[in-house]
């Protein structure tokens, strides 16, 4: 469906006008760094400040920019608010805020900024400003802290299933190693797969990276794009893995110290480097094997 813009003719638009159209928009945007702020300043010396959620603070950034970029164009939408939708969302983001707040519930002190925001939307704007930043605030939901027990009930068969992929790849390339569980013995070291290694959190944030392709290449096939997007789900797997192996590697041929010192850190910038690369190397792919879904038809 397409957006709805004004057009304004040019010179007509006085300094006085436009200041008046972004003093709704200041006051929102103060509202809500007074009532996030101590959340985020918490999150960032707490939760986000640790291997499990490091993520977090990137997925706030990538976010902040995605609704930045889009400025413009919500500027040049037709202003039809929605004061029943806009309101309805407005005011339960705000309770699932103050739930969340006073009880210590961060999937809900976090979670609420997504119906918060787009409850000012909707009230400042209209649906389609919604429609306009619904990547934006899609993406928000990957910085929010899920609850401990889905974490730890998903990560625990994650992280055998990255151990065993890991220890058949190294063994069939003649290294000695062997496997208990999750713990990976090669030569005389012992390695333990962590679930900053190859947990759920891991993958969500793999997950958000490959959506985040898939946002700014912006595909015209929906068969592409539907394709590339199921095809994140096994190349985060495999980029786990190949970051389990870059880590036992570097172990067995460098020493313990090396990996978990410095090394260790890179091999976090190796498991998102392969990860992009395998989804640009899946979408190269996909072009090839469907030739008549390009982006110009």
Known sequence: MDLTYTQKPAGSLHPEDTLANNVPWLVAIAGLLA???????????????????????????ISIWLLWKNRVALNALSIQPQPLAGWSSLVFGLLLYLVGRS????????GSIVFVI?????????FQAVRLMW??????VFMIPLPGVFVDALTQPM?????????????????????????????????LVADACAGLNTLFTLEALGLLYLNLIRHQSAIRNIALAILIVPISFIANVIRV????LITY??????????????????LFMAALMLIIACDGLLRMILPHRTDDN
């Open 135 to 140: 990547f934006s605030l899609f993406f928000m």
């Open 103 to 110: 009880q210590d519930i961060l999937i809900f002190e976090v």
């Open 118 to 126: 787009a409850g000012m939307l909707m009230l400042l704007s209209g």
């Open 253 to 270: 041929h460098f020493g313990d110290e090396a990996g978990q010192g410095f090394l260790h850190g890179f091999a976090g910038m190796v």
């Open 159 to 191: 992280k055998m299933a990255v151990s065993y992929v890991a220890e058949f790849t190294l063994y069939h390339v003649g290294y000695p190693i062997s496997r208990s569980g999750v713990i990976l013995q090669i030569g005389q070291y012992q390695l």
């Open 245 to 248: 192996i870059v880590l036992t």
């Open 35 to 61: 009532m996030y702020g101590l959340t985020f300043w918490d999150l960032f010396h707490g939760l986000w400040a640790g291997d499990q959620q490091g993520h977090g603070p990137i997925v706030l950034a």
